[in-house]
Every structure is written in C-alpha cells, then in structure tokens.
C-alpha cells in the first residue's frame, strides 16, 4: 500500500466519523477520533523517518535477485581527500560505483566529478545543500535544488541524472511531489554501513554479515573511515562469490536522461 493510500484512508475514516457524530449529535462519538488521529500521526512520522520505508513515495531500494551481485553507493561527495582513495581503490579492484553528489560541493570541485564520471561510475544528485532542513522545504524549494544540480552535473559531465537520493533518506508528502514534477527516480538503499559512526571493527562486521544477493550498499566519500571499510570488506566479499556490478545494471534503469 502506498503512503497516499495510507494516508487517505486515515483522513476519509476520521471525516466519516465526523459526520456520523455531528449527524447523530453524539458528541461522545468524537472521542473515537483521537486514537484515530493518533495512528494516523503515528503512520504520517515514521513514514517519513527513512526511505526504506517506501511509505510516501517509492524508491528502488535493491534488486530482486538470488545472484551475489551487489551495487556500491557513495554519498555527499565529492570530498577532494576522500573522493580521490575512493577512486583508487574502486580502480585497485576494477569495480563500478555510484556516486550521489551535492551541487554546493560540485561547484567548488568540478574537475573531481569529471574524474568520477571518467573512471566510469554513475553520477546522481543529491541535492544542492544537503541542507538538514531539507525535508521541512517546500515542494518548490526541493525541486529547485533537484533541477539547479541536475544542471550542474550536466554543465561538468554533459549528462543529465535519472537518479535522486534525497538528503538523509528522508521523504514526506512535499518530497514526492517535487520528484514527480523534476521526473527523478528516487534512489534508496537495502543496506547502510554506518560508515559515519566511527567504530571500524564492527561497522565491517555487520557488513560481513548482512549482506545479502542485491543489495544496495550505501557508503560516504567523505569519510575517511570509508576507506579502511572498504578495504576490508571487498576482499571478503570476492572471497564469498559476491561481484560488485554498475547500480544500472543492477536495477536495469537507465541513470541518464536520454536527450
Ligand atoms: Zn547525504
């Protein structure tokens, strides 16, 4: 069931009920109202606490698979520092990459993205402020920051992004509605590293042991953690038959726009 169904299902309930009260002039009928609207709220916050919830709008979250084939996903790049070992090692093991860039940070490092690009890795948008507000902005607002690093991107690689992952995976009504108007696909994940929690050790262990044929494994280029990471969980994943293949193919979409 979708977010929207979810939703106006809650709403039509509550107005029947505020009908057959005031028809009936039972106002004790109200009572029932307030667990409805407590579920109804209930449903509305988590929905928007992550995009792997797929509750207001869909993302593609992983392919469906029973193949070890898994996608690697870069974050809030491009990082002059970390981008660049990033790039290094994708390349010591001859693997693709997505990379879901902030228009703000493309600007000051433009030359950086035409590498990424150069290497062959896909680049998506993810957003132009990153801001941590993003989620409370208009829909007007979000589109503007969608289309304005859509058009960055395509003035540094010359290719305009499918793909939008939205700041800290957070998605609420305002959301879908600037990605239906802008067109993106809302790119998601099945698999978060925790790259950004500091503890190396187990960030790698949990890896070890989620990973799972599919998934979508999302990473940070600008954390210097991610390095350490990365070069002691690909060797283990070689080791157990996983390949690590472009998020295109994996989701067989195509991560630009054709014209
Ligand atoms: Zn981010």
Same mark, same amino acid.
Request: proline share 4%; charged share 20%.
């Given at each position: ?8 299902? +809650? ?7 505020? @009908? ?16 409805? $609207?407590?579920?109804? #709220?209930?449903?509305? @916050? ?5 995009? =792997? ?28 520092? @970390? ?29 950086? &993205? =035409?590498?990424?690009?150069?290497? +062959? ?11 941590? #507000? $993003? ?13 304005? *690093?859509?058009? #960055? ?9 499918? &793909? $939008? =992952?939205?700041?800290?995976?957070? *998605?609420?009504?305002? &959301?879908?509605?600037?990605?239906? /108007? *802008?067109?993106?696909?809302?790119? +998601?994940?099945?698999? /978060? ?10 960030? %790698?262990?949990?890896? /070890? =042991? ?5 998934? #979508? ?6 954390? *210097?953690?991610? @390095?350490?990471?990365?070069?002691? &969980?690909?060797?283990?994943? $070689?080791?157990?038959?996983?390949? %690590? ?15």
């Amino acid at each position: 069931m979708t977010k929207y169904k979810v939703s106006n299902i +809650g709403l039509l309930l509550s107005l029947i009920l505020v @009908v057959m009260a005031y028809l009936k002039y039972d106002y004790k009928a109200l009572v029932l109202l307030v667990p409805l $609207f407590a579920f109804y #709220i209930l449903l509305l @916050v988590s929905g928007s606490s992550s995009i =792997r919830f797929n509750f207001y709008l869909k993302s593609l979250k992983r392919a469906h698979t029973n193949k070890k084939i898994i996608s690697l996903t870069f974050d809030d790049g491009p990082d002059a520092v @970390v981008t660049q070992q990033i790039l290094q090692i994708l390349k010591n093991y001859n693997i693709p990459a997505a990379f879901f860039c902030v228009g703000e940070k493309i600007e000051k490092n433009p030359d950086l &993205l =035409r590498e990424v690009y150069g290497d +062959g890795h896909i680049v998506g948008n993810h957003s132009y402020s990153h801001s941590k #507000i $993003f989620d409370l902005r208009s829909t007007k607002n979000m589109v503007k920051e969608i289309e304005i *690093t859509n058009k #960055i991107i395509e003035q540094t690689i010359g290719k305009k992004p499918t &793909l $939008f =992952r939205p700041p800290f995976g957070v *998605t609420n009504p305002l &959301l879908a509605k600037a990605i239906k /108007r *802008t067109g993106v696909i809302s790119m +998601g994940w099945s698999l /978060r590293s925790w790259d950004t929690n500091g503890k190396i050790d187990s960030v %790698v262990e949990r890896l /070890r =042991r989620k990973v799972h044929p599919g998934d #979508i494994i999302l990473f940070h280029d600008n954390r *210097t953690n991610t @390095v350490e990471i990365l070069n002691r &969980l690909l060797p283990y994943l $070689f080791d157990n038959g996983y390949q %690590v293949i472009a998020l295109d193919k994996l989701l067989k979409i195509n991560p630009y726009a054709e014209d």
